[in-house]
C-alpha cells in the first residue's frame, strides 16, 4: 500500500493554481511543492477541489468550484462525453488545443527523445473540428431491461445509453439508431459479460467521406441472429446508401471487439472510398484512418517531406491496406510495402489493381523481419517511411534501416513519446530531424499524429 502524504488529506478541499497540463490532459495543481492531478481543468485557472487519492509523492483531486477561469474555457458539447472519456479536451478552445498537441510533441522530443532547440510546426487542425469520426464501434448492452447502444463509462463496463455522439459523422449515428431499433423490434438480446450469454456484441458503421457508401458489421456472440433474414431485409430498407452488412462472429470471451470470421448478410464484403484521389476498397478488418480529410492531409505532409522525383526506390513499412503506398507510388520508381495483417495486403492489391499501379510490391510479415528478406535480395532504399502502431519500430528494424542508409526517413506517428524514441535512436545513427509536424486527427481528444522528417547528414 502507497504511503500518504502527511501534509494532505483524502476528502478534504483544497485551493490552487493549474500550473500545467499533462498528456492526458489532467491539470497540475502544486501545493507547497506537492502535485495534485485535476481533470477538467485549464493553466492559470484558480480552482477549489476534492482531494480523491493521496500517495506520498502525488495525488488526485475532483474539481469542486473554478475561481477563476481561464479565457481559452468554452461551454461543453456533450456531458456524457466528459463521462465516457471520448471528448476530453471539449472544455478547450479549439485554437488551444491546437497548441496543447504541438507542446504534446515538443516535450516528448525534449523529455524523451533528448532534442534540444528543436522546432515542432503549428498543429494543422480542422475547420470544424467535430462530425468527423468515419467510423464507430458501439457496445450493445442491456439497460433497464431495454437493448441499448452507447459508450461506456470511464474506467468501467457500465454502458451509457447515447444517441449522438458529437464527433461522429451524423448519418452513422442516425445508422447505429436504426439497427439498434430493428433488433428491439425482433427481440435480439444484448452480449451480458457475466454470464456470456446473448445474440449481438457490437455494431460496427463504417461510412466513406466521398462516396457515402456504409458498411455494418453485426457483432454476434452465436453463428446466427434469431429472424435474421427479416433483420437483413428491414436494414437493408431503411438504411438507403448501404453496400456491405456482415455478421462477425465473435463467442469468445475477450475484449478485442472483432472474431476472426465474417459472413457476408448482404451487398459486398467491403465498401469504397477516397483517398488522396485514390479509390480503396476497406474491408471489416481493414484500418482506415477515421478521420478521411485530416488523414489526407497527414498523408499529404508524408508524400511532400518525402521530396520524390520519380527516380527514388521507396520503402512503405506498416503500409494497411496500401493507403499511404499508392500515393507514394505515383511519385516514385518503385516502392516495397510490407504489412503484418494478410487480409490488409490482399485489400491492398486489390487497390493497387483498381488504381492501376504497378509500381508497388507488397509482402505480408513483421516490417523487422522482411526487411531483412530485401536486403539479402540487394534492395536498397533511398527513401523509407514508416507508420507504427502506438508501440513504435522494433529496434532490429531501426538497426537494418541504418545499414541500408536511405536519404530520407518520413516517419508517419500517432504517439508521439514512442516517435521521440525511435527518432533518437536514428539522430544517434547520423540522421539529422528536418521538420516535425503535428496533425489533429482526434479533435477534442488528447490523440495527436505528427509527421517526422529525418535527413542523412
Same mark, same amino acid.
Not at 493554481?17 to 495534485?36: C, H, M, R, W
Not at 493521496?54 to 474539481?63: D, L, P, S, V
Not at 475477450?254 to 469504397?272: A, C, S
Not at 516490417?367 to 523509407?384: G, K, L, R, S, Y
Given at each position: ?162 444517441? !449522438? ?33 446473448? !445474440? ?72 469504397? !472510398? ?184
Amino acid at each position: 500500500m502507497s504511503k500518504q502524504h502527511s501534509l494532505f488529506k483524502k476528502n478534504e478541499e483544497y485551493e490552487g493554481i493549474v500550473v500545467d497540463l499533462t498528456s492526458k490532459a489532467q491539470g497540475v495543481v502544486k501545493i507547497e511543492n506537492y502535485p495534485f492531478f485535476i481533470e477538467g481543468v485549464l493553466p492559470d485557472e484558480f480552482v477549489r477541489f476534492k482531494a480523491t487519492k493521496i500517495n506520498k509523492k502525488y495525488g488526485f483531486g475532483r474539481m469542486m468550484e473554478i475561481i477563476e477561469k481561464s479565457p481559452e474555457r468554452v461551454e461543453i458539447t456533450d456531458k456524457l462525453g466528459l463521462q465516457n472519456g471520448t471528448m476530453t479536451l471539449q472544455h478547450m478552445s479549439y485554437p488551444a488545443q491546437l497548441d496543447f498537441k504541438q507542446k504534446l510533441v515538443a516535450d516528448a522530443f525534449y523529455k524523451l527523445g533528448g532534442f534540444e532547440n528543436i522546432t515542432v510546426k503549428p498543429t494543422i487542425g480542422m475547420d470544424h473540428p467535430w462530425a468527423y469520426r468515419n467510423k464507430a464501434q458501439i457496445p450493445v448492452r442491456e439497460v433497464d431491461g431495454q437493448l441499448e447502444t452507447g459508450f461506456y463509462r470511464k474506467r468501467s463496463h457500465d454502458l451509457i445509453p447515447i444517441e !449522438d455522439y458529437y464527433i461522429q459523422d451524423p448519418v452513422i449515428d442516425q445508422t447505429i439508431l436504426i439497427v439498434r431499433d430493428i433488433m428491439r423490434e425482433y427481440g435480439v438480446t444484448a452480449y451480458d459479460e457475466q454470464t456470456l450469454k446473448g !445474440d449481438l456484441r457490437h455494431i460496427i458503421v463504417k461510412r466513406g467521406q466521398y462516396t457515402h457508401q456504409i458498411m455494418i458489421v453485426l457483432v454476434l456472440n452465436k453463428p446466427k441472429l434469431p429472424k435474421q433474414e427479416q433483420i437483413v431485409e428491414q436494414i437493408k430498407e431503411q438504411v438507403p446508401e448501404l453496400v456491405s452488412l456482415v455478421a462477425n462472429i465473435n463467442p469468445q470471451n475477450t475484449n478485442v471487439i472483432l472474431g476472426k470470421e465474417n459472413k457476408l448478410l448482404w451487398g459486398q464484403d467491403f465498401y469504397e !472510398d477516397e483517398m488522396l484521389g485514390l479509390t480503396l476498397r476497406i474491408s471489416p478488418h481493414s484500418f482506415y484512418q477515421v478521420n478521411t480529410p485530416q488523414a489526407e492531409r497527414l498523408y499529404q505532409e508524408a508524400i511532400n517531406v518525402a521530396k520524390l522525383t520519380g527516380n527514388e526506390i521507396v520503402m512503405d513499412a506498416y503500409c494497411g491496406i496500401g493507403s499511404i503506398s499508392l500515393a507514394l507510388a505515383q511519385q516514385a520508381k518503385q516502392v516495397y510495402a510490407v504489412e503484418v495483417i494478410p487480409e490488409a495486403i490482399e485489400m491492398a492489391k486489390v487497390n493497387a489493381d483498381i488504381n492501376e499501379i504497378n509500381n508497388v510490391s507488397f509482402e505480408v510479415g513483421k516490417a523487422e523481419e522482411v526487411i531483412n528478406d530485401w536486403q539479402e535480395a540487394d534492395i536498397h532504399f533511398d527513401v523509407v517511411v514508416v507508420d507504427p502502431p502506438r508501440k513504435g519500430l522494433a529496434e532490429s528494424f531501426i538497426e537494418t534501416v541504418i545499414e541500408q542508409q536511405p536519404e530520407r526517413i518520413v516517419y508517419v506517428s500517432c504517439n508521439p513519446a514512442t516517435c521521440a524514441r525511435d527518432c533518437k535512436l536514428f539522430a544517434d545513427q547520423g540522421y539529422r530531424i528536418q521538420s516535425i509536424q503535428p496533425v489533429d486527427l482526434f479533435c477534442q481528444t488528447t490523440h495527436v499524429e505528427c509527421v517526422v522528417s529525418l535527413i542523412r547528414k
